[in-house]
């Protein structure tokens, strides 16, 4: 397995404080941001290569998101760079952004093409702090005769897949990932059965069958000499199955894989790709980022699915981001402040540990009376996801500017 996690330093690059950097800054008053205060963001951003493909094509791959990339005009990457240079978050999960190994034609085009150019007259922005591994989206697997073709949906190995980008230094060596966990090995799963009872996958589909559609990420970040593990993930959609519902309970066991992760009683059955064992100690900092494909209120998730983290003690607990933009989008709909993608649900979350403190937080969603609607006005705009975001205090001891 190839993980790619770089440090980029040049004169495209912000220059960061011990700190943080002048330009991370709140969108909304861009002097009110404290040094100490971390901006941490999630986005899916729609950015695989079914995007960039010419209509009709009879094959995609992720080389169609590289041309996209470097020719740095792409408007619907320009205003996914915009939305970015807005919110200005230090850290950011981009969901739904094709793994491209070699990172000269994937990320850090995205980087140099997009985000450290301006955006509508912006200031650029920059990551010098990157990680992405691969994913079980696309991967064959060798059985034939099956119900599982795949290891998780996707035309090419690599589509739907995720990176991280920080402004913070990555603690290269002790990042895990748990692509290749077994979900038969997760105590009382809820893999799918038939109507008789048996097990939906045949004997062979259960015994190599990957828990995690595309990954789970522990990344650990130094921010100012405190760590934050970043537990990132982008679970299937619960739909698209039938009555075993067999996304529905792989969704519900891709989320409790983080509940179980960051409870100590429970952290017993994890390896990660290397074989280490365990979980998180019981006083570490964590947020957990991604579009999780889940709701507690709305849509078509196994019960509890998303209780397993709201409710959750050490998740904090703080009230959900909001947008006026969703409230528009669906006038009718009680929980639309709430939303995060047109299509009307909380899906994306960044979720802090309770020992995180919380300081506010948001959906990026602009009314249509706003001059950035034009950003979010369509699918093809930027994405059919928004942004969420979530300002964090940190000690002002570990964290006083210079």
Known sequence: MRHILFALLGAGVLSLSACGS????SPMNLESQEPYELRIATFNVSMEADNYASEGASEVSSDA?????????????QNIAEI???TRPQIILLNEFDYIADSSKGIDLFRTNYLNQPQNGLSPIDYPYVYLAPV?????????????SMFGFGKYPGQYAMVLLSQYPINTDQVRTFQKFLWKD??????????QGESWYDEDAVSIMRLSSKS???VPINVCGETIHVLASHPT????????DRNGRRNFDEIRFWADYITPQTATYHYDDLGNTGGLAADSHFVILGDLNASSVEGDAYPGAMDQLLKHPRVAN??????????????????????????????????????LNVVTSGVYWPTSTEDEYRLVESRQASSDHRMVWVDVKLSKDSCASD
């Open 216 to 218: 789970h990420w522990d």
């Open 84 to 86: 970015i240079q807005r």
């Open 237 to 244: 959609p619960p739909v698209f199955d039938g009555a075993e």
């Open 65 to 77: 998101l590289t041309v996209a990339l470097a020719n740095g005009e792409h408007s619907q990457i």
């Open 136 to 148: 079980n989206t696309g991967v064959k697997t060798q059985l034939t005769d099956s119900n599982l």
């Open 186 to 195: 997760m105590p009382s799963h809820i893999m799918p059965s038939n109507e």
């Open 318 to 355: 703080y009230p959900a981001p909001t947008s006026e933009g969703g409230k528009e989008n669906r006038p009718d709909n009680s929980y639309a402040a709430n939303h995060t993608a047109y299509w009307g649900m909380r899906a994306d979350y960044v979720l802090p540990s309770s020992t």
């Open 22 to 25: 002048s330009e991370t800054t």
